[in-house]
T-cell receptor, first 116, second 109 residues
Framework: GAVVSQHPSRVICKSGTSVKIECRSLDFQATTMFWYRQFPKQSLMLMATSNEGSKATYEQGVEKDKFLINHASLTLSTLTVTSAHPEDSSFYIC????????????FGPGTRLTVL | DAKTTQPPSMDCAEGRAANLPCNHSTISGNEYVYWYRQIHSQGPQYIIHGLKNNETNEMASLIITEDRKSSTLILPHATLRDTAVYYCIVKGGSEKLVFGKGTKLTVNP
């Protein structure tokens, strides 16, 4: 099956710093990648959609200048949380879509971000 | 808003079949039914999807009613490792996956 990886799996940072999370599709080319956020005991909330080589589309209420997304290749997307605050602490999950067939999305294992 | 309705929780005995229902009465003709599950502190795992025919793979079976207004995910022989939150999602081809609250399935020994 299609495999998506994320790095790092856990990160702790100080308030005001920036953190970059990588998402890779390991055995397929992903025309579209998605970034989700999940707070404790809540469901996944879509943050943004990115297509390779173009600007990301952000969901309503998600600050594009705070959550920078780059999708420079068909196998890599990055999410940078800039000037992190404690309220940004969450579980960040990426997914990738092959863009063919029925467009099934495959998810990465997630990144636990803790901002002190 | 999620287009599906699922029971918030279910229990199942280990080794028995787990039947997870999902209502999607407003589904349109070009929308698929997808099932994912999320084990605690992990990313969602794709299970199966279908349009109108029943589907089966190595993980589960998906039974879709003839009017397509509801479906059932069947785990034929549940194990403790199947304890997870199961999400039923209705989605057209290029639409985004929107997660509802899902069903928390607990498999008991």
């Amino acid at each position: 099956g299609a495999v998506v990886s994320q790095h790092p799996s856990r990160v702790i940072c100080k308030s005001g710093t920036s953190v970059k999370i990588e998402c890779r599709s390991l055995d397929f080319q992903a025309t579209t990648m998605f970034w989700y956020r999940q707070f404790p005991k809540q469901s996944l909330m879509l943050m943004a959609t990115s297509n390779e080589g173009s600007k990301a589309t952000y969901e309503q209420g998600v600050e594009k200048d705070k959550f920078l997304i780059n999708h420079a290749s068909l196998t890599l997307s990055t999410l940078t949380v800039t000037s992190a605050h404690p309220e940004d602490s969450s579980f960040y999950i990426c997914s990738a879509r092959t863009g063919w067939g029925t467009d099934t999305q495959y998810f990465g294992p997630g990144t636990r971000l803790t901002v002190l | 808003d999620a287009k599906t309705t699922q029971p918030p929780s279910m229990d199942c005995a280990e080794g028995r079949a787990a039947n997870l229902p999902c209502n999607h009465s407003t589904i349109s003709g070009n929308e698929y039914v997808y099932w994912y599950r999320q084990i605690h502190s992990q990313g969602p795992q794709y299970i199966i999807h279908g349009l109108k025919n029943n589907e089966t793979n190595e993980m589960a079976s998906l039974i879709i009613t003839e009017d397509r207004k509801s479906s059932t995910l069947i785990l034929p022989h549940a194990t403790l490792r199947d304890t997870a939150v199961y999400y039923c999602i209705v989605k057209g081809g290029s639409e985004k996956l929107v997660f509802g609250k899902g069903t928390k399935l607990t498999v008991n020994p």
